[in-house]
């Protein structure tokens, strides 16, 4: 056979080992977006009891749960410890959720996260066009072998996520974010788990506690600037060429009794970000000051345009934060426009309580879906 005969079938050969290594990639990438996808949109062919650690809002702060979650969707987390937080009880029942404190003797009702979904379609195709995927088989988590797959955004600001799955159940058993830095935080993770046939009877009902209801003011979606304009007594300012390929999934208006805002929810397929607007001049005062408060403590992450304050609260870093918040930024604007300048003095006082968060309930501020602090991840 002639050298370059032999040359020529080496290089043949080596490209169809790399075409099959391709085809191979691909495949494994579709495979851990579509268990993402079923994980992250808590659809399970178990029942599954488990108890996990998760991170707070605070740093270095830490509670212990027990999570139940039913095949039908409903769910139960009961916190364990700290003391301080032990036999809260929250229930997420298709479109409602309870809030149980036993401490104070309430049960909080208001919407459910389930209520706020992705269509699994639209998960499918950001995160497909935002993340690329890395899947790792057999991984040991609380005695289970889980598939680890390694999501990272094309965009290096936004940075991506550990996320565990444990592949018989769909269950996320562990998430670790990882920054623009490479600095990794855990959020949660599963040290026990099983899945039973039945769960408890009377698990995902709070009636026959004595307690006093509560029904939180929560928001309400609104389908465009008009309407949004006509609940809340204020045209919102809308956004422009959201950057990092986030998109803005639904617009709510919080009608509390006695002031009104409007929220946007930003998500890329699996990061989150809560935009917020508040037009202060219609805002009790101590309403204004919980939000100048904020604003001292959190400068980069609010401005003033046209009289609205708008905030932003996500877990990407201050950069991405800060882009996003620049997109709901009117493009024509002058030097009159930059009151928040005027807020950002003094010192840092702690951070307030969730806009909107009735005061007898400011307990459970944690667990609020749209206006908290740390929205979750996805």
Same mark, same amino acid.
């Given at each position: 056979?002639?050298?370059?005969?032999?040359?020529?079938?080496?290089?043949?050969?080596?490209?169809?080992?790399?075409?099959?290594?391709?085809?191979?990639?691909?495949?494994?990438? !579709?495979?851990?977006?579509?268990?993402?996808?079923?994980?992250?949109?808590?659809?399970?062919?178990?029942?599954?009891?488990?108890? &996990?650690?998760?991170?707070?809002?605070?740093?270095? !702060?830490?509670?212990?749960?027990?999570?139940?979650?039913?095949?039908?969707?409903?769910?139960?987390?009961?916190?364990?410890?700290?003391?301080?937080?032990?036999?809260?009880?929250?229930?997420?029942?298709?479109?409602?959720?309870?809030?149980?404190?036993?401490?104070?003797?309430?049960?909080?009702?208001?919407?459910?996260?389930?209520?706020?979904?992705?269509?699994?379609? !639209?998960?499918?195709?950001?995160?497909?066009?935002?993340?690329?995927?890395?899947?790792?088989?057999?991984?040991?988590?609380?005695?289970?072998?889980?598939?680890?797959?390694?999501?990272?955004?094309?965009?290096?600001?936004?940075?991506?996520?550990?996320?565990?799955?444990?592949? #018989?159940?769909?269950?996320?058993?562990?998430?670790?974010?990882?920054?623009?830095?490479?600095?990794?935080?855990?959020?949660?993770?599963?040290?026990?788990?099983?899945?039973?046939?039945?769960?408890?009877?009377?698990?995902?009902?709070?009636?026959?506690?004595?307690?006093?209801?509560?029904?939180?003011?929560?928001? !309400? /979606?609104?389908?465009?600037?008009?309407?949004?304009?006509?609940?809340?007594?204020?045209?919102?300012?809308?956004?422009?060429?959201?950057?990092?390929?986030?998109?803005?999934?639904? &617009?709510?208006?919080?009608?509390?009794?006695?002031?009104?805002?409007?929220?946007?929810?930003?998500?890329?397929?699996?990061?989150?970000?809560?935009?917020?607007?508040? #037009?202060?001049?219609?805002? /009790?005062?101590?309403?204004?000051?919980?939000?100048?408060?904020?604003?001292?403590?959190?400068?980069?992450?609010? &401005?003033?345009?046209?009289?609205?304050?708008?905030?932003?609260?996500?877990?990407?870093?201050?950069?991405?934060?800060?882009?996003?918040?620049?997109?709901?930024?009117?493009?024509?604007?002058?030097?009159?426009?930059?009151?928040?300048?005027?807020?950002? #003095?003094?010192?840092?006082?702690?951070?307030?309580?969730?806009?909107?968060?009735?005061?007898?309930?400011?307990?459970?501020?944690?667990?609020?879906?749209?206006?908290?602090?740390? /929205?979750?991840?996805?």
């Amino acid at each position: 056979m002639r050298a370059g005969n032999s040359v020529g079938l080496l290089l043949t050969a080596l490209g169809l080992v790399a075409a099959a290594a391709t085809g191979a990639r691909a495949r494994d990438d !579709e495979s851990a977006l579509r268990l993402l996808v079923k994980a992250f949109d808590r659809s399970s062919p178990k029942n599954i009891d488990a108890i &996990m650690r998760m991170s707070l809002d605070s740093p270095g !702060e830490r509670q212990t749960v027990q999570v139940r979650i039913a095949k039908d969707g409903r769910q139960r987390v009961e916190v364990i410890e700290p003391l301080s937080r032990k036999g809260l009880i929250i229930l997420e029942l298709e479109l409602y959720r309870e809030i149980y404190n036993p401490d104070k003797g309430t049960l909080s009702i208001g919407r459910s996260m389930q209520a706020d979904l992705f269509d699994p379609s !639209e998960r499918l195709r950001l995160v497909r066009k935002n993340y690329s995927l890395k899947m790792i088989h057999g991984v040991e988590l609380a005695h289970r072998r889980v598939v680890r797959i390694d999501a990272t955004s094309r965009y290096a600001d936004v940075g991506g996520a550990r996320i565990f799955i444990d592949p #018989d159940s769909y269950f996320v058993m562990r998430v670790d974010t990882v920054s623009n830095t490479g600095d990794v935080t855990r959020k949660f993770e599963t040290t026990t788990v099983s899945y039973p046939a039945d769960l408890p009877p009377g698990i995902f009902d709070l009636s026959g506690e004595r307690v006093t209801v509560i029904h939180e003011t929560d928001p !309400e /979606p609104v389908s465009n600037a008009s309407e949004a304009a006509r609940k809340a007594g204020f045209r919102p300012l809308m956004s422009h060429e959201l950057p990092y390929g986030f998109i803005s999934r639904k &617009m709510y208006v919080h009608n509390n009794t006695s002031y009104k805002t409007i929220g946007f929810n930003l998500s890329d397929g699996l990061a989150a970000a809560t935009i917020f607007e508040f #037009d202060l001049r219609h805002c /009790p005062a101590d309403v204004v000051k919980q939000i100048h408060a904020e604003m001292r403590s959190r400068p980069n992450d609010f &401005m003033t345009e046209q009289g609205i304050t708008i905030g932003i609260v996500s877990d990407v870093c201050p950069k991405a934060r800060k882009k996003l918040l620049e997109a709901f930024r009117p493009r024509h604007r002058s030097a009159l426009n930059d009151a928040e300048k005027f807020f950002i #003095d003094g010192t840092d006082p702690a951070l307030s309580v969730g806009p909107g968060t009735v005061p007898s309930t400011r307990c459970v501020t944690t667990y609020r879906r749209v206006w908290r602090n740390r /929205p979750q991840f996805g």
